[in-house]
């Protein structure tokens, strides 16, 4: 079964550091999304990424996040200066060949901020 | 502006019996529902889903109901199993130009079932 791989699986990073998160979607897919979920709450929608250009983003997608598809299999998401509450647990997902609405997604990345 | 509602944080049945989780939706331009179950630690993971033009859909031990006059959906397991326990999310989406679009989640339901 095709899968979305995430890594790194948890990291831990100061206040105010940069992060990258890093996403290898199913192959052969031009729809990526990116969600997080804060502890305890409910998964959240970031951004969609539509043929190597942001297609919707959230209100929580603000100027401090940027998304990339760096090599063409690579999907990044990028936070510039981390803030206490991005902490939580980021999902990367994409839809399985043929499925237009189902979205497969990845086992996350957990972001602590500190 | 929650679009999709769990009111029931957890639920917890009986191994054997059957587990009802519950979801409200506000939008009426929703035409596609979906259920994930989610173990902590990992993604969310598909389990059955449903069209706006069904009112119902089963696969196996899972069945969905859609009642859209109510905006209600439901997500019935029979036989539940303690394997089953996990937080079970409804999502919805609004299909547009027949492309992809975003999944607009709840705010999960935790069931636990008791052997």
């Known amino acids: 079964e095709p899968e979305v791989t995430q890594t790194p699986s948890h990291q831990v990073t100061q206040m105010g550091q940069e992060v990258i998160l890093r996403c290898v979607p199913i192959s052969n897919h031009l729809y990526f999304y990116w969600y997080r979920q804060i502890l305890g709450q409910k998964v959240e929608f970031l951004v969609s990424?539509?043929?190597?250009?942001?297609?919707?983003k959230s209100e929580i997608f603000d100027d401090q996040f940027s998304v990339e598809r760096p090599d063409g299999s690579n999907f990044t998401l990028k936070i510039r200066s981390t803030k206490l509450e991005d902490s939580a647990m980021y999902f990367c997902a994409s839809p399985p060949p043929g499925g237009a609405n189902v979205l497969t997604f990845g086992a996350g990345s957990r972001l602590t901020v500190l | 502006d929650q679009q999709v509602k769990q009111n029931s944080p957890s639920l917890s049945v009986q191994e054997g019996r059957i587990s009802i989780l519950n979801c409200d939706y506000t939008n009426s331009m929703f035409d596609y529902f979906l259920w994930y179950k989610k173990y902590p630690a990992e993604g969310p993971t598909f389990l059955i889903s449903i069209s706006s033009i069904k009112d119902k859909n089963e696969d196996g031990r899972f069945t969905v109901f859609l009642n859209k006059s109510a905006k209600h959906l439901s997500l019935h397991i029979v036989p539940s199993q303690p394997g089953d326990s996990a937080v079970y999310f409804c999502a919805a989406s609004e299909t547009y130009g027949g492309a992809t679009n975003k999944l607009i989640f709840g705010t999960g339901t935790l069931l636990a079932v008791q052997p």
């Open positions: 990424f539509y043929n190597n250009e942001i297609s919707e």
